[in-house]
């Protein structure tokens, strides 16, 4: 279980912009384990990270990004709506630029990877 802890800690921490070292020195410090361990849990993320988020394919991780993009556009929306400041309003819509940029992306990828599996299927059968 400390080691599904430690893995999600390191998985945030990354996602919250530390670097490698940085990563490695606090988490060796709160688990109270190597910075081997840690640096052993990085170079083998592909085959934990999966299980440890708990998304086994590609196609329930891009709809759990979509879910994370969708509450990310409604914040901002909510905060552009609100905000008496100019400056807050501009940043909330840049956010909510970007975050339906990245969701075109999610599209474009379900797209071409349907087209990809249909040219396979074609090719199995010839």
Not at 20 to 36: M, Q
Request: hydrophobic letters at 40%.
């Amino acid at each position: 279980m400390n080691t599904v802890l430690r893995r999600l800690d390191l998985l945030k921490l990354e996602g919250d912009g530390f670097h490698t070292a940085e990563i490695v020195k606090a988490l060796s410090t709160k688990y109270e384990c190597s910075e081997r361990a840690i640096y052993y849990d990085l170079a083998r993320r592909a085959s934990w990270q999966p299980q440890v988020q708990g998304f086994k394919d590609a196609h329930k991780l891009l709809l759990k990004i979509l879910n994370r993009l969708e509450q990310i556009y409604r914040r901002a929306a909510f905060k552009q709506l609100q905000s008496k400041d100019e400056r807050v309003q501009l940043g909330a819509l840049k956010i909510m630029l970007e975050a339906t940029a990245r969701t075109c992306d999610i599209a474009v990828i379900v797209d071409v990877e349907q087209r990809v599996r249909k040219l396979e299927e074609k090719a199995h059968l010839e």
